[in-house]
Structures are given as structure tokens and as C-alpha cells.
């Protein structure tokens, strides 16, 4: 039900290829819950502790999965819908819904910095499960939205900065770098929008002629 509620304030996000938030998804909180990611043997678990002075940089994760939010760190489960019932269940929706293959990763913090200033090689829809997380997302100067420039500390203002809380999500086109802080315990769902390895302005072409 979520993706369906999305559905069309992301038709018009992808459309435009702006940032931006969506309001109004009742059922987002539990989509994903904290209970589910301990009890989920995750393929792909790994541990991020930013800020890192080469950026963000995560190692592999083979502990039990909260125990890797001590100290600061970051749960990173990447294809988390490959073990995770409740996340296999959006990557479906979202094929059914907007008929766009995607990749759903889970990320949890308990407190600091999520994920230091970094740009996606693919659109991202981030839903917020638990708790609120501040994201700052900036405008891509040229280089940075086709992948070219390796400067991702954005020393300008940026295009939004806002708390996402259950009930809110966040679109945020390939190429647009972006940050997240967390102040009490978090978890949020990112749906990654694939492209199979094809040029941008191939997969792009495609995607917009089915949304």
C-alpha cells in the first residue's frame, strides 16, 4: 500500500527528475521493523562508522545485525529483499505498481551521522520506518549527475533539508549527493531503481516511456 500511495507524487518527481519529499504514507511505519532486521540473516550485511576521512567506506557485517549500530555505526543491508519478507514484498510492489525493476537495502542508526555526503548511480526512493532522520540533499554541480566528479563535500546550501519521520519519504534522482544525521534510533528503506548496466540516457528513455 505504500508504493501505491507514492505512486503518483513519484510519477511526477521521476518525470521532472527533482528532489523531492512525499507526504501522506499512512502505512510506512513497520513497513520495515527493527524486530524484522534482527531476525533477518542478511547476504549482504555491512557496517559503516562515518565520518572516514576517504569518505564512506563500510566492511562486512557477520555479527548479529543490531550489534552493528554500537558505537556510532550504521547497519548497510543491501539487498535486503533477497532474505527480508517485508522488503521482498516493496521490491514486488514497486514492479507492479510502477512496472520499474528496483533493489531495496535497509538502513538503521541509533544516533550521529548515517551516511556522509555521497551521490547514488541510480534514483532513490528512501520511505522512513522508525524513528526521524534529517536529510540534506544538494543540487548536483556538472560532472556529478553523470557519475564524473569524485568532489562529493558540497560546500554549497542545500536544495532541501528536512526531518524524515514515518508517514514521509524522499525521491532523490541519481547524481544528486546527499547526507543523513540521526538523532534518536532510525531505520528507512531505500528502493533503488535499476538499470541494468545500460547507458543512463538508455535505462532513462525506457523508464520514462512506462511511467
Request: charged share 25%; net charge negative.
Amino acid at each position: 500500500r505504500v508504493v501505491r500511495q507514492a505512486s503518483s507524487a513519484f510519477r511526477e518527481a521521476w518525470a521532472r527528475q527533482e528532489a523531492r519529499v512525499i507526504e501522506g504514507l499512512e502505512d510506512a511505519r513497520g513497513l520495515v521493523s527493527l524486530d524484522a532486521i534482527a531476525a533477518t540473516p542478511f547476504l549482504l550485511a555491512s557496517r559503516s562508522v562515518p565520518p572516514h576521512p576517504e569518505g564512506w567506506r563500510c566492511e562486512a557485517w557477520l555479527g548479529e545485525p543490531l550489534e552493528a549500530l554500537d558505537d556510532g555505526g550504521t547497519l548497510v543491508a543491501n539487498g535486503a529483499s533477497e532474505t527480508c519478507g517485508a522488503a521482498a514484498e516493496v521490491a514486488l510492489a514497486c514492479l507492479e505498481e510502477l512496472e520499474l525493476p528496483s533493489s531495496v537495502n535497509c538502513y538503521a542508526t541509533r544516533r550521529g551521522p548515517a551516511a556522509p555526503p555521497h551521490w547514488d548511480a541510480q534514483s532513490i526512493l528512501a520511505v522512513q520506518c522508525e524513528g526521524r532522520q534529517r536529510w540534506r540533499v544538494w543540487r548536483p554541480s556538472p560532472g556529478e549527475a553523470d557519475g564524473k566528479s569524485d568532489a562529493l563535500e558540497p560546500d554549497r546550501e542545500p536544495a532541501l533539508d528536512l526531518c524524515l519521520e514515518p508517514g514521509r519519504a524522499l525521491f532523490v534522482p541519481r547524481g544528486w549527493p546527499h547526507a543523513t544525521d540521526v538523532a534518536d534510533p532510525s531505520l528507512h528503506v531505500t528502493v533503488g531503481f535499476d538499470d541494468f548496466g545500460l547507458p543512463f540516457s538508455s535505462s532513462e528513455s525506457a523508464f520514462h516511456r512506462r511511467v
